[in-house]
């Protein structure tokens, strides 16, 4: 009742929830604009990107397209957030932009006047289009959709897909795996690259062409592909891609090649780099059409390989590694306005900067820092940046392209932010597992009066190759516990990036070694030098891998703990290895062998096997739509806790996948999660210095 009552009060006054000061919470959180997807116009002088404004009784977000000059000065939306524009994208000669929209409940792509104007729809397809790239002239037009990749026409596809709806039997025969992939159930489509030619109004004309026939898998790939992992060549020739080949071995294979096709189909696809059996993707080509850039990792059936930077001459085939002695995992590059620099962002000792490479001595130097970059731009002369960190949520900084001069550009929550209090975040290291340097954070309370003490929220981050980095994050961000009067303690365990690839590789094969013992140490640390923090009135929490981990240490590592969150995290070991659908990612996980070859080592770390030791307070919250960690993994750790007879709660959500996206969901977890925290530590409703 209490949560309910929370949610309905923010759902009545949300203007109420910001007028006065106050300790940062879930309402400021879900409330928040978020800025992203930063493109500069060609001249470099304005900036399109997104803006996400939240529609809390629709229970859901609101796109919008903005321009903001990029020497600083007001912003104004270009279109209204009922259309639910993203994705803008200039046109070569900077006069107007181009965004994906609903139409009819169908996503097609549309443009509008860069100085503003009704938009209008350029394309009328029957299905979804999922993301687009324009040719450099700007007279064609290149879109993924779903398709049935048997159909010769886009209406064969959409005739199939009614006939299905139609048919009163719902049952679906798969003779292959993936049956689903993240959230989403398989229907037979995959998506393909279609091209369309652009008439005299600017209009696409007739029946899109397939350049990706024969090719069985997905462009971009699934779920998170998007345009980034395809482009036209400088002359509008050719289109190079990144794909997967499906076949049977999808759900084990990391083996991503990047294939070229003429633009005008009139030759099949050719694979550039079918010699590297791990994956390369993200294709980029020099302005001058000679060179073709991408991302290579070297070894198969790892997602988290250290991402390397190459350079193919595209007439002798002849291929080379950019700065190989980086230590750090690349993503999407862009390249500079005079062809002799490339850039990207990469997690790097818990930050996640903006990098400048430079291509010929391969010498890498920090461009933006200072927090994480979400998204940039490349311009002529200088950068764009969509910036946050652990005080700030994201807003676009310009910047010379060394990075000199970077200034805000947009100010989209000031005034949210005038009246929110968060806590004040300290980076610390110390020497873990293996005698090597492990880094972590802590985060006073909000009002932290020195001399008190404060229970604790130990967050454990998921991944496992991930991290906690400076950065503000919209599911687990740590100053919505600092603001409920908890501080916070997390831990960049081994396993970790942003440390070098040996470190990162470190907790394969070893989920319970290392990192435990990293967070046993970071733990020590944090009380012999936070002194605030209170020893006896601490919960651990964490979600996917930190979910395992929550499972995990609530048998082996119990002692420190008044109460356990733990949100769609691997309870059983033996049966992720047969319900999850990335198989690469658990069989690499465990030496790279299946369940049936090597038992031992899906056993050796399985918390199912030490439920008998349970025996602090645990909170499990699972989605329905997680495909990756399946939600019998939570039901059975609350069936395990409620048989002990440990207090336990189960949160479920039937419409959530691995996160918890919706904006009232947000609150209930956050509440929730929250409250169990509360009432096992017995920490006090605070306001800004004062009690309640």
């Known amino acids: 009742m209490k949560s309910a009552l929370a949610v309905a009060l923010v759902a009545v006054l949300p203007a109420a929830a910001i007028a006065e000061p106050h300790p940062f919470n879930v309402n400021d959180l879900v409330m928040m604009d978020r800025v992203s997807d930063p493109s500069l116009s060609p001249d470099g002088r304005q900036i399109a990107f997104s803006v996400r404004e939240t529609d809390y009784d629709a229970n859901k977000g609101r796109n919008s397209i903005w321009l903001a000059p990029a020497g600083g000065g007001a912003p104004k939306r270009l279109t209204d957030a009922n259309l639910g524009a993203a994705g803008a994208r200039w046109s070569a000669d900077g006069s107007s932009l181009y965004f994906l929209a609903p139409k009819d409940g169908v996503g097609q792509v549309w443009q509008i006047d860069a100085k503003g104007g009704a938009p209008r729809q350029i394309t009328w397809m ?347 994050h919209y599911r687990w961000n740590p100053q919505t516990y600092a603001g409920q009067g908890f501080a916070v303690v997390t831990i960049n365990f081994h396993g970790s990036t942003g440390y070098g690839q040996k470190f990162t590789d470190a907790i394969s094969g070893d989920w319970g070694g290392a990192p435990l013992e990293d967070l046993k140490l970071g733990w020590a640390s944090a009380l012999e030098n936070f002194r605030f923090l209170d020893r006896d009135r601490a919960c651990a929490l964490g979600a996917s891998y930190g979910g395992f981990m929550a499972f995990w240490i609530a048998g082996v590592w119990n002692e420190p703990w008044k109460c356990i969150v733990a949100h769609d995290g691997v309870f059983d070991a033996r049966m992720m290895s047969y319900s999850t659908e990335e198989l690469w990612f658990d069989e690499w996980e465990h030496n790279g062998k299946t369940q049936y070859e090597d038992p031992a080592a899906y056993e050796k770390f399985n918390p199912v096997n030490h439920v008998k030791d349970w025996r602090v307070p645990l909170l499990v919250v699972h989605g329905d739509k997680d495909f990756r960690i399946p939600s019998e993994q939570g039901i059975a750790a609350f069936t395990a806790a409620q048989r002990r007879g440990i207090p336990s709660k189960f949160l479920h959500f039937p419409d959530e996948n691995h996160w918890v996206l919706k904006p009232h969901n947000s609150v209930l977890w956050h509440d929730t999660v929250n409250d169990w925290l509360k009432q096992w530590t017995a920490v006090e409703e605070t306001a800004v210095g004062r009690k309640k």
């Open 126 to 472: 029957p299905l979804d289009v999922n993301n687009f790239r324009l040719s450099p002239d700007g007279k064609r037009l290149l879109v993924s959709m779903d398709v049935f990749t048997d159909c010769e026409t886009l209406a064969c596809t959409t005739q199939r897909l009614d006939a299905r709806k139609a048919d009163k039997a719902t049952g679906t025969v798969y003779d292959k795996i993936f049956v689903r992939h993240w959230d989403t159930w398989a229907d037979g489509r995959r998506s393909q690259l279609f091209i369309a030619d652009l008439g005299g109004d600017g209009r696409a004309q007739g029946e899109p062409r397939l350049l990706t026939k024969g090719i069985d898998g997905d462009v971009p790939s699934k779920p998170f592909g998007d345009e980034s992992e395809y482009a036209f060549s400088p002359d509008g020739s050719m289109v190079y891609y990144n794909v997967r080949i499906a076949g049977t071995t999808e759900p084990w294979s990391t083996n991503f090649d990047i294939y070229a096709v003429p633009a005008d189909g009139s030759a099949g696809s050719l694979n550039l780099t079918a010699d590297n059996p791990a994956w390369d993707g993200y294709p980029l080509p020099s302005h001058d059409g000679k060179t073709l850039y991408w991302l290579a990792m070297t070894r198969p059936g790892f997602e988290a390989d250290r991402f390397g930077i190459w350079a193919m001459d595209l007439a002798t085939g002849a291929k080379r590694e950019i700065a190989p002695n980086w230590d750090r995992s690349a993503s999407a590059l862009k390249l500079s306005a005079d062809g002799k620099t490339l850039y990207t962002t990469s997690d790097d000792k818990g930050e996640h900067p903006l990098f400048a490479v430079d291509i010929a001595s391969g010498k890498v130097s920090r461009v933006v820092d200072g927090g994480s970059v979400a998204g940039f731009d490349i311009g002529p002369k200088g950068v764009v940046a969509a910036r946050n960190d652990l005080r700030r949520p994201t807003d676009l900084y310009a910047a010379d392209l060394r990075g000199k001069g970077l200034k805000q550009v947009t100010r989209f929550n000031a005034e949210r932010l005038k009246n929110i209090r968060f806590g004040e975040p300290t980076f610390f290291t110390f020497q873990g597992a293996k005698g090597e340097s492990v880094q972590g954070y802590v985060v006073k309370p909000v009002g932290y009066r020195a001399g008190k003490k404060y229970p604790v929220a130990f967050i454990i981050h998921g991944g496992p190759q991930g991290a906690m980095t400076n950065d503000f």
